[in-house]
Every structure is written in C-alpha cells, then in structure tokens.
C-alpha cells in the first residue's frame, strides 16, 4: 500500500483533467497551432463552449490565443504553450500509471 500522496491520482492536473480541456490539449498536442473552428469541430463542442475552456487553459498558461484576420475575415488559432506539453505530458503519465494500477 501506498503512503498518503503517492497515488497517480494526485499528479492529474486539474486544469487539464476537465473533459473538454484535456480534449482541447490533446488536439493541439497533435499540431503546431489550429483554428478555433477546427478545434471546436474536432472535439465536437459549440463556440462558447470552447471558448470558456479555453480562455481557462490561457489563464494558467497552458495554451496561447491568437487573433487576426484572413483576408478581411477575423480568425482564432490556439496553440500549446511549451508548460501546456509539458502538463499534458505529466497527466498523460499520471493516467497511465493509475490504468497500469500503479
């Protein structure tokens, strides 16, 4: 048996462990940056919603917001931060251990 604090559980991040955040960390972890309507469409959640979780994952310093224009048309990209791999490296490896029952 364990000690207290020694279980995988405790290293899940909760900024990531969300549902729709870790869906929206594990989309950008495939690619450099993504419009937020391929995001939005990939994960299959609605506009406000994903822009909810992700203004969170920017507040913490996981991902990166970017505005600008294509053409004369406004555009969104998201992208990790190099702390948001880095988190989601460290959850991912939490929730191997805990499906390994470690």
Do not use: C, N
């Not at 940056?33 to 310093?61: C, M, N, Y």
């Not at 969104?76 to 880095?86: D, E, I, N």
């Amino acid at each position: 048996m364990s000690s207290a604090g020694q279980h995988a559980r405790h290293r899940l991040d909760e900024h990531i462990h969300a549902p729709v955040r870790f869906s929206i960390v594990a989309a950008l972890a495939q690619v450099d940056e993504a419009e937020f309507a391929h995001v939005r469409d990939t994960i299959e959640v609605t506009a406000p919603v994903l822009s909810k979780q992700a203004a969170q994952l920017e507040a913490v310093g996981y991902i990166k917001i970017r505005k600008g224009y294509v053409g004369k048309r406004p555009r969104t990209w998201l992208s990790l931060t190099p702390a948001g791999r880095t988190a989601y490296q460290h959850h991912l490896e939490a929730l191997r251990s805990i499906a390994a029952g470690l």
